[in-house]
Each structure stands twice: as C-alpha cells, then as structure tokens.
C-alpha cells in the first residue's frame, strides 16, 4: 500500500494473511470490515487511467484510508502496487499515470476502519493505450522572400502525450527528412504553427514538409516545393525588398514604402492625412493608407502611397538602380504574365508553389497587394472595396498619368487606366 508518496509490494502471503484477520475481525460484535463497490476506470490513455469505486457500508466504524491496488497479473496474485486516495462522499478515485504502454491491468479498491483492511472482491482491468505516430499535416507558405520561406502546418494529434519535436524540414532535393536541414518549433499540445525558415539561397527550389516525432518514431505532413525570389535591394530607408525575375524584367516583390528620395530628402506628408490637395500644383507627397504611421506589419505589407509628382521628381524615388516603370514596362509584364490575355487576373496569382512536372522553368509571382489609394480630395479607399492602383512614370496629358489598375474581385482583369497626377498610388519599381 503506498503511504505518504511510496508504493509498498505485497506479496499473496500477506493477503491471505489479511484475509484470516478479515474472517476474525467479521465474527466479533464491534463493527465489521468496510464493504466496497465494484471499481469502473475511465479516460484509459497510454500511461493510464483514472479508476473510482464507493464504499457500500462502512462496517458501523470511521474509514481511515481507502485506494486501490493493481498489477498484471489478477487479483490476489503475486506482488501489486497501492496507492491511496481520499473519499469524498462515500467515493473515492485515483489517477494511475505511471504504468506501461500497451499492458493488461487488473485493479481493485480497499478501504479501512478501526476493525480491519478490506479488500473489494470485485475487480476491473483495462488495457493502456499504445504509443502512435503524431497526425501533422503541412499547410502552404504564408510568404516566400530571396532567403526565406514562412511555412505553416498543423499538429491534429501527438497519439502519445510526449511529443518530443515538431517543426519543418528543408532540402534542395525532393524528400526532406530530419537527416536534412529542419527548423524546429517549439508547440504546447496540439494546433497550428508557423515556422520561419531563413538563411537561404536566391533563386532555389526548395522541398518543405512538416514533422513531429514522439517516442514512437517520426511522422511528416505533405511535401510542398517552393522557389525563393530572386535577390534583394534596399532603399534610402534601409528596408529591404525581395525581387523577382519575370521574363527580362526584375521587380519588387512587395510595394515601395520609402519615406526618402534616393538623394537622402525626405518625402513630405500633408499635414494632414485628409487634406483635400486638388488645387495644389505639382503636389509631391507621401502617406501610409488611412495615416496608419502606428501599424509597421500594414506598411510592410501594403506599402506607402505617392502622388505622381512624387514618382518623376528628379530626386528619384527608387534606390538606386531602379526606376519607376513606364506604361510600355508595365505591358511588357503583364503580355509575360497573362500571355495571350496580357490583362487577365494573373497579376494577382500570389503562389510561389513550383511546377512540379518542371521545377527548374518556375518562377515567382507579382504578388500584388490590394493596398488601396487616396484621392486627391484626401478620401483613402480600400483595395479590398475598390482595388488598387500602382502609377507608371508616364503622364497621358496635363494632370492625368497613367496608372495600372486591379480591381477587388478575383475576377477583375488587370486594366491601364488614365487617373490624376495628384492621386496617391502604389510603387513598384523595376531594375534599370
């Protein structure tokens, strides 16, 4: 019987030993031995249970310790185990959580009072369950750049309560393992996960898939391939953008969100975000959509918004060697992109997933970003209601330039349209 925290062996001597106390004990007129109920276990797992009984009648005395024993073997057979427990209401339950996987117990209850130890004469056995492989699945990238990949994935199940590691494995050859590259994520039971997978090269197919490994081996998701883009450039700023080849152009990855001209001059900002600029004359100014200057993710993944002013002043917006594209570069991307139908909905194709009949030919994607754009009243409007817009260098007459146009809808074909110099749209700029 375990007492304070230990587990005592009893051998089959001594419960036949307890058993003629119990008799004696039964035959004289001060109390009798506690009765006990049938034990039921529930919630059987790998290393475990959880078992309860009752006491039917206490023998006319105070019960001064009850619990349960158990072995592999059958009752009253060879050495058990004990453990205590405490009653509540005639009840009492334990929670085995040391015993071995995949193993037949056999489990009863005791209880004592003043008189004597009994003893159920029922008993219960249960089978813990077996250690399984982990059930995870690999999801798509959330983002690709030149040197990284952000991956997603889910732990469905650990089947084993001891997960032991989890994360993402990486390779430039098609079947990923652990005995290749792996970045681990560090999970608190089951759920979705991402992993950011750096230090890569440009340019490069890689094979992802996740991982989870517990005591009964590893378990890995689906394999998804993905190639980084193409090399990186940085503006006045300091920020970084990936870049990305498509057909004999170079492109950002992601909308311009320079606050500087190349020459180190600040971009100014109207005073207020709102203010109505129409009447202005060749207004050069800069915002972050609805002045959102306290929101870092929105500006990295959406950009600044300039007027056309700003984008052919002679300062240079772009970092140097680059420029802002004209109409005729932008056709030449999108007759690349959309071929026969150069004004399709490919523009916004925002997978980096390779073709896996012919990895080597793949290449990455615009990826453009519904960022929204304001009027040159001062009213923003949001690219998920309205679209969006990203200015060419080229002017069509007076105060008009022409602007590329993306609407809302994954249905909505890319067009060029003829829109005020004084709007502010969204930049990408190409390599001289």
């Not at 004004?343 to 290449?363: K, Q």
């Amino acid at each position: 019987m375990r007492t304070a925290g230990k587990s005592v062996r009893i051998s089959s001597c001594s419960i036949a030993a307890m058993m003629i106390f119990l008799l004696t004990a039964s035959c004289t007129k001060e109390g009798t031995p506690p009765i006990l109920g049938e034990p039921k276990v529930s919630n059987v797992y790998i290393h475990g249970g959880t078992v309860e009984a009752k006491i039917l009648y206490d023998g006319g005395q105070e019960i001064t310790s009850c619990g349960f024993c158990w072995n592999t073997t059958g009752y009253a057979s060879g050495n058990y185990s004990c453990a205590e427990s405490s009653m509540i209401d005639g009840k009492f339950q334990l929670k085995l959580d040391t015993l071995r996987e995949g193993t037949k117990y056999f489990v009863w209850p005791y209880a004592a009072n003043k008189k004597a130890v009994s003893y159920g004469w029922r008993m219960a056995s249960f089978v813990t369950t077996t250690v399984k492989l982990p059930h995870i699945a690999t999801y798509g990238a959330r983002e690709v750049t030149h040197n990284s990949v952000s991956m997603n994935a889910c732990l469905y199940e650990d089947n084993s309560y001891n997960t032991l590691e989890t994360g993402i494995c990486w390779s430039t050859h098609p079947n990923p393992t652990l005995e290749d590259s792996r970045t681990p994520y560090d999970i608190m039971g089951t759920g979705a996960f991402s992993v950011l997978v750096t230090g890569l090269d440009p340019s490069t197919i890689y094979y992802f898939r996740a991982f989870a490994t517990n005591s009964a081996g590893t378990a890995y998701g689906s394999i998804l391939s993905y190639r980084t883009l193409d090399g990186s450039v940085t503006d006045y700023d300091g920020f970084e953008y990936s870049t990305v080849r498509l057909g004999n152009q170079e492109w950002m990855a992601s909308n311009l969100r320079t606050t500087s001209f190349s020459n180190g001059e600040r971009i100014p900002k109207t005073g207020i975000e709102t203010l109505n600029i129409e009447s202005e004359s060749n207004p050069v100014y800069q915002w972050p959509y609805q002045g959102h200057e306290d929101h870092p993710k929105l500006l990295v993944d959406d950009g600044r918004l300039y007027t056309w002013y700003t984008v052919t002043d002679s300062r240079k917006l772009c970092p140097e060697g680059w420029h802002v594209p004209s109409i005729d570069e932008w056709n030449e991307l999108l007759f690349h992109i959309g071929g026969d139908n150069p004004y399709s909905t490919d523009l916004r194709r925002f997978s980096y997933t390779t073709d896996p009949l012919n990895p080597e030919v793949s290449e990455g994607s615009f990826r453009a970003q519904l960022a929204g754009f304001r009027n040159a009243s001062g009213l923003f409007q949001s690219g998920y209601n309205y679209g969006t817009y990203w200015w060419s260098s080229t002017a069509a007459s007076g105060d008009i330039g022409y602007a590329v146009f993306c609407g809302p809808s994954e249905n909505d074909p890319v067009s060029i349209r003829e829109k005020s110099k004084k709007d502010g749209f969204s930049v990408r700029c190409v390599k001289d």
